[in-house]
């Protein structure tokens, strides 16, 4: 028996169908919708966790405390001789450094020349077998002064090489010690002697003379010349400002002044002034 739906039924199957496929739909949509908000929501924080992080204070290593003093320790070598020097300075923020300074250097005229002698070795002084000719003392000065450092750049604050100027100026003290010759005598051995008007023939007779008498000979018969010097140059330091060991290259001129002239040689051309130039390799501590 076959049965007929009214028109009212069917409408109502349709209308039924029609409602499920809407909720289907309408389910899909707000699956679509709940992912699409999961998605923006996860985006904000991850914004907002990215920019907190980017707000947070940097945690970096210890800085170690710049230097404020260094101790430097120098060997130089000029065109009239070598010194010895040291140097106690004070680092400034700023990159300037104070310094006292302290030297020890030989001084020579330029007619300086050893030659060795005529003698030889063999007298009971142990002679040493050259000398200079015609020289009467030996000057030494010792400087006094006040320094200053500072570097066109900072470079050095980490790595490579920084070049800077340096300058130093002060009082000094001529030390002039007598030079001292192994002279024969009329017995044919040699003794010590400093020049004097009595033995000037021997003293500059290079038949006579059998070498200098050494380092040791005229202390005792010492003056002083007051004088006063100044010195500039180019410093190249290739050490870190921030590491404790300091090495550095210094090169310049420098200028000794005394109130008169010094009489080093037995000649009319001694002089009170003493134009170097300089270089001087310097190694110490920063703390």
């Known amino acids: 028996m076959n049965y007929e739906l009214s028109n009212h039924e069917l ?8 409602c499920r496929t809407n909720k289907r739909f309408t389910n899909q949509r707000i699956d679509t919708m709940n992912k699409t908000y999961l998605l ?94 015609g020289k009467r003392n030996q000057l030494y000065s010792i400087h ?39 002279l024969r005598t009329g017995q044919g051995d040699a003794t010590p002697q400093a020049y004097t008007e ?21 202390w005792s018969e010492l003056s002083v010349e007051p004088g006063a010097y100044i010195k500039a140059g180019l410093n190249f330091d290739w050490g870190s400002n921030q590491q404790q060991l300091a090495k550095m290259l210094e090169v310049g001129m420098m200028l000794d002044i005394y109130a008169k002239e010094i009489s080093i040689m037995l000649t009319d051309d001694n002089q009170a002034i003493f134009p170097t130039l300089y270089a001087s390799f310097q190694i110490g501590k920063r703390m």
């Open 40 to 133: 923006f929501i996860m985006f904000v924080l991850a914004i907002v966790e990215l920019a907190a992080q980017r707000l947070k204070p940097d945690i970096v290593a210890p800085v170690q405390q710049a230097p404020e003093k260094e101790v430097i320790f120098s060997l130089t070598g000029h065109t009239a001789g070598m010194g010895l020097g040291l140097d106690y300075g004070f680092i400034k923020k700023s990159g300037l450094t104070h310094s006292i300074h302290l030297g020890l250097l030989s001084l020579k005229h330029p007619r300086e020349i050893r030659q060795p002698s005529n003698g030889g070795i063999g007298s009971s002084l142990n002679a040493v077998s050259t000398y200079i000719y």
């Open 198 to 218: 009595e033995n000037s023939a021997t003293f500059l007779n290079d038949s006579e003379i059998q070498g200098a008498s050494g380092f040791a000979y005229g």
């Open 144 to 182: 006094v002064g006040y320094g200053g450092k500072f570097y066109f750049s900072q470079k050095a604050k980490t790595q490579g090489i920084a070049i800077g100027v340096s300058y130093s100026a002060g009082p000094s003290l001529g030390l002039v010690k007598p030079y001292y010759l192994n």
């Open 11 to 18: 409408v109502a199957i349709k209308t039924l169908k029609r």
